[in-house]
């Protein structure tokens, strides 16, 4: 029984972990192209298209 509760935690982690990570990147990409370079066109094109 608790075998087969890690292998489903595993993969339901995974699962969960994926949206959190793409918000993180597409944050991070925000900020560097607004801030550092300066490419307020694509941080406008990130901030319009995030939300899928």
């Not at 595993?10 to 993180?24: K, M, Q």
């Not at 550092?36 to 319009?48: A, I, T, V």
Request: glycine fraction near 4%; charged fraction near 20%; aromatic fraction near 16%.
């Amino acid at each position: 029984m608790n075998r087969l509760f890690r292998k489903y935690h595993r993969w339901i982690a995974i699962v969960l972990c994926l949206p959190l990570f793409i918000t993180v990147l597409t944050g991070m990409a925000y900020t560097i192209a607004d801030e550092w370079l300066h490419q307020s066109e694509f941080g406008e094109f990130l901030r319009r298209h995030s939300h899928v």
